[in-house]
T-cell receptor
Framework: GAVVSQHPSWVICKSGTSVKIECRSL??????MFWYRQFPKQSLMLMAT?????????EQGVEKDKFLINHASLTLSTLTVTSAHPEDSSFYIC????????????FGEGSRLTVL | GQNIDQPTEMTATEGAIVQINCTYQ??????LFWYQQHAGEAPTFLSY??LDGLEEKGRFSSFLSRSKGYSYLLLKELQMKDSASYLC??????????WGAGTKLIIKP
């Protein structure tokens, strides 16, 4: 199946700093990628849909100025958490839809962010 | 509104069979997915149903009834490694995935 790689897997930062998370589709081109956030013992929550060459589409309640998304190429999308605060600590996961007919999503490994 | 319901937690015994149910109400339907997620890891794809009926894949099977807005994931010959959360997700008319909260499956020896 298709491979999506996410980096970094773990990041610890101080409050007020910015953190960038990368999501790459390694063996296919992804015009659309999705960014999720998952708090402990809860399901995935879609934050935004990242579209190559255009602005991301954010879900209601997600601050676009705080969670900057850049889909620079067909294989790379980045999520930058700006001025991070402890409440931003979470598991962030990206995914991309494969090229098959099922619309199956392939997920990155996830990035666990801890803001001190 | 759109809604996906699945049990919060289930417990089963190693070697047994367990069925995890999922009911949904969405604006349109373009398929139902089951994903497995181990703690601290990203979800991995298990199955996709878009037509009514049973899809079998090894120890795992998934069933769909579109008229009832219902699906189940059947796990046979349970192994300890099957302890995980199982997420039901429906793709709506806009091809957006609507996620259930997940069912935590606990396997006991």
């Amino acid at each position: 199946g298709a491979v999506v790689s996410q980096h970094p897997s773990w990041v610890i930062c101080k409050s007020g700093t910015s953190v960038k998370i990368e999501c790459r589709s390694l063996d296919f081109q992804a015009t659309t990628m999705f960014w999720y956030r998952q708090f402990p013992k809860q399901s995935l929550m879609l934050m935004a849909t990242s579209n190559e060459g255009s602005k991301a589409t954010y879900e209601q309640g997600v601050e676009k100025d705080k969670f900057l998304i850049n889909h620079a190429s067909l294989t790379l999308s980045t999520l930058t958490v700006t001025s991070a605060h402890p409440e931003d600590s979470s598991f962030y996961i990206c995914s991309a839809r494969g090229t098959g007919d099922t619309g199956e999503l392939f997920f990155g490994e996830g990035s666990r962010l801890t803001v001190l | 509104g759109q809604n996906i319901d699945q049990p919060t937690e289930m417990t089963a015994t190693e070697g047994a069979i367990v069925q995890i149910n999922c009911t949904y109400q969405t604006s349109g339907f373009n398929g139902l997915f089951w994903y497995q997620q181990h703690a601290g890891e990203a979800p991995t794809f298990l199955s996709y149903n878009v037509l009514d009926g049973l899809e079998e894949k090894g120890r795992f099977s998934s069933f769909l009834s579109r008229s009832k807005g219902y699906s189940y994931l059947l796990l046979k010959e349970l192994q300890m490694k099957d302890s995980a959360s199982y997420l039901c997700a429906v793709m709506d008319s806009n091809y957006q995935l609507i996620w259930g909260a997940g069912t935590k499956l606990i396997i006991k020896p």
